[in-house]
């Protein structure tokens, strides 16, 4: 009779001790969380790596420690930077934030990072197909349909320059009248889709923020690759770059009026759209 006794007194001292260890790791976690942020506000990003890391070994069920490492490490992403070591950062913080995903499918913020995340490394079609993503959970977010229209532009002007270089012809903005049919006719074929979806969802921003300067300034750009689309129509062609001017003088007036607003605005701590703290 007395063995089982000792059998349960050490069973209730071991849990006891789990416990206890269990409760000091995550204090030590949150500590580790708190050095993480602070030096993540200090820009010293690799030093907020780490410490978040410890934090996420120390209690995996800490609230934010992963989504705090996976938005250290996509500040170490080198936009525009295809190199091996760049690259595997970004596929870190990407898988990172799908874990985070995997139990929570509408985080917002996740699905946004993912879909800077892939724009930072030229990964297009995967960014727009994630700023979608954003959409289907908050359908009136005017950041993730601007992103999605300046993807777009951005493919399409990179379409243009491509055709128009073998000619020798450098991009006008006026609808490139002067570019060989032949040119022009094939361009059309591989941007039409494309300026089609950017004036969308462009026009979808400003829907949803009316001072939306960026936005203005981009409706303008892809009214003059509409243009180049209707090469060969000059009443329609008119139209487009009278719509490009009109919108490149609203976007001034709008930056105007905000930087104004701006100016006149309460000093101090300022959040911005996206919920981080500035």
Not at 78 to 105: E, M
Not at 126 to 146: F, R, S
Not at 154 to 178: R, S
Not at 212 to 237: E, F, S
Request: aromatic share 6%; net charge neutral; glycine share 6%.
């Amino acid at each position: 009779m007395i063995r089982p006794a000792r059998i349960s007194m050490f069973a209730v001292a071991l849990v006891g001790m789990v416990l206890s260890m269990s409760g000091c790791d995550r204090l030590a976690a949150r500590d580790q969380l708190n050095k993480g942020v602070d030096a993540y506000k200090a820009g010293k990003y690799e030093e907020a790596i780490n410490h978040f890391q410890k934090a996420t070994e120390l209690d995996p069920s800490l609230p934010m420690a992963k989504s705090y490492l996976a938005t250290a490490l996509s500040q170490n992403i080198v936009p525009g930077l295809t190199t091996a070591d760049n690259l595997r950062t970004a596929d870190q913080a990407v898988s990172i934030f799908q874990q985070i995903l995997a139990k929570d499918p509408t985080d917002v913020n996740s699905l946004k990072q993912i879909a800077g995340i892939y724009f930072n490394i030229k990964k297009f079609d995967d960014a727009k197909a994630w700023q979608k993503k954003v959409l289907a959970v908050d359908p009136k977010d005017p950041e993730a349909a601007y992103t999605v229209g300046v993807i777009d532009w951005t493919q399409a002007h990179e379409n243009k320059l491509k055709a128009l270089l073998p000619a020798g012809i450098n991009d006008d903005g006026e609808g490139n009248v002067k570019a060989p049919k032949k040119i022009m006719e094939e361009l059309k074929t591989e941007n039409s889709a494309l300026v089609e979806e950017g004036l969308q969802y462009l026009n979808q921003a400003v829907a949803n923020r009316p001072n939306y300067d960026d936005a203005m300034q981009y409706l303008n750009l892809i009214y003059r690759n509409k243009a180049d689309m209707d090469y060969g129509n000059p009443t329609a062609v008119a139209a487009d770059l009278a719509a490009a001017k009109d919108w490149a003088s609203k976007a001034m007036g709008t930056r105007k009026a905000n930087e104004e607003k701006k100016d006149k605005g309460p000093g101090g701590i300022t959040m911005d759209s996206s919920g981080n703290l500035k």
